[in-house]
């Protein structure tokens, strides 16, 4: 695996179906809890030109594996939210489009 390229993990969801992302960021709490922001990763040109780059935000938690887990809680969801869209608009400089 080369070393630079994008962090791609594996998710089988509840069907038992493969789905591959690419890990944009992960932060951990104060209070130890882990989160987790991917995108879907595409082999093909076509399919990654057709998404529509939602950014999937997970809660990461560890019984006898390790489980991506929607987060339920809407104030927990924007707070983690804000906190990855911050940290990735920093890492990728991204333009919001107001210029001064």
């Given at each position: 695996?080369?070393?630079?390229?994008?962090?791609?993990?594996?998710?089988?969801?509840?069907?038992?179906?493969?789905?591959?992302?690419?890990?944009l960021?992960?932060?951990?709490?104060?209070d130890?809890?882990?989160y987790?922001?991917l995108?879907?990763?595409?082999?093909?040109?076509?399919?990654?030109?057709?998404?529509?780059?939602?950014?999937i935000?997970?809660?990461?938690?560890?019984?006898d594996?390790?489980l991506?887990?929607?987060?339920?809680?809407?104030?927990?969801?924007?707070e983690?939210?804000?906190?990855?869209?911050?940290?990735?608009?920093?890492?990728?400089?991204?333009d919001d489009?107001?210029?001064?």
């Amino acid at each position: 695996m080369d070393e630079f390229g994008p962090d791609i993990i594996s998710v089988l969801d509840d069907d038992g179906k493969e789905h591959e992302f690419e890990v944009l960021d992960r932060i951990e709490t104060d209070d130890d809890k882990r989160y987790i922001a991917l995108i879907p990763h595409y082999e093909n040109e076509a399919e990654l030109l057709q998404d529509d780059g939602e950014l999937i935000i997970l809660r990461v938690s560890e019984e006898d594996e390790t489980l991506l887990e929607p987060i339920e809680d809407e104030a927990e969801f924007d707070e983690i939210g804000k906190i990855f869209e911050e940290r990735l608009s920093e890492m990728f400089e991204f333009d919001d489009g107001d210029e001064e």
